[in-house]
């Protein structure tokens, strides 16, 4: 063996034993752990309850049966006296663009989203059906309700 990697060897053993004496005299590092929230895990009293009325059924004799059915979900207000609502159609996704006469046939551009359109009397456009076109409105059908909407020009 050479000297060299003897004397490498020495200092690392040195080295190691200057270590594991250091490792157990470290001073504890000073972190401290936040505080859990403390939680509030007492019964919480409901000072709304009516006494007197509690008290006025036992006096009264009412007998409570335990196992009778109860219903727990919530009141729900009933609906008008007209019964369910009745369904509307959306509003219009025309917007009037122009219009234009050709061969006494008026025709009206609109705009759907993106797209342009040019309508004429009696055609459909997706759930849509135009009924009139006058030089004030344009008269839809919306179909699936058979609601009449007008679009002012």
Known sequence: MSPILKKSLAAISVVGALASVVAGHEKPSS???????????????NTDIDLAKLEERIDQGAKVDAFAPRNFSPVVPAQAAGGPAK???????????GKM????????????GDEVVTVHGGERIGDYRIDKITEAEVRFTFLP?????????
Do not use: C, H, M, W
């Open 87 to 97: 369904p509307e159609a959306p509003a219009l996704p025309f917007r009037y663009l």
């Open 145 to 153: 309700l058979k609601t009449k909407q007008s679009l002012p020009l």
């Open 101 to 112: 006469v050709e061969d006494g046939k008026l025709s009206v551009f609109l705009a759907n």
């Open 31 to 45: 972190i401290v752990e936040p505080a859990a929230p403390r939680v509030d895990t007492r019964l919480q009293v």
